[in-house]
């Protein structure tokens, strides 16, 4: 099986900035994609960014890129998400997760709370 334990989360005002992580353990495997999604209260949960496992191909949802960040550690097995500019919209639970190209099973963290104040 695989784990990812996301942090980072917390309050923080609108324009601040933020850096989730998520770490991988278990069976991890180069045929995965790692990516983050956001889930804000009455909503769907949406697609935010992801990355190869090899940290090399990052792909952002429209409204936040220039503004995140996502990156890979290789050593620490590590994906991580810098927030810059946030504002009330970006308030939400993100999710770290982490999809087999192969088999197409989706691995799901427990999630972390961000929230912005005005």
């Known amino acids: 099986q695989v784990q990812l334990v996301e942090s980072g989360g917390g309050s923080v005002q609108a324009g601040g900035s933020l850096r989730l992580s998520c770490v991988a353990s278990?069976?991890?495997?180069?045929?995965?994609?790692m990516a983050w999604f956001r889930q804000a209260p009455g909503k769907e949960r949406e697609f935010v960014a992801d990355i190869s496992w090899s940290g090399v191909s990052k792909r952002y949802a429209a409204s936040m890129k220039g503004r995140f960040t996502i990156s890979k550690d290789n050593a620490q097995n590590t994906v991580l998400l810098q927030m810059n500019s946030l504002n009330f919209e970006d308030t939400a639970v993100y999710y770290c997760?982490?999809?087999?190209?192969?088999?197409?099973?989706?691995?799901w963290g427990q999630g972390t709370q961000v929230t912005v104040s005005s």
């Open positions: 997760n982490a999809k087999d190209l192969i088999t197409t099973y989706n691995y």
């Open positions: 278990g069976r991890t495997s180069s045929s995965f994609r």
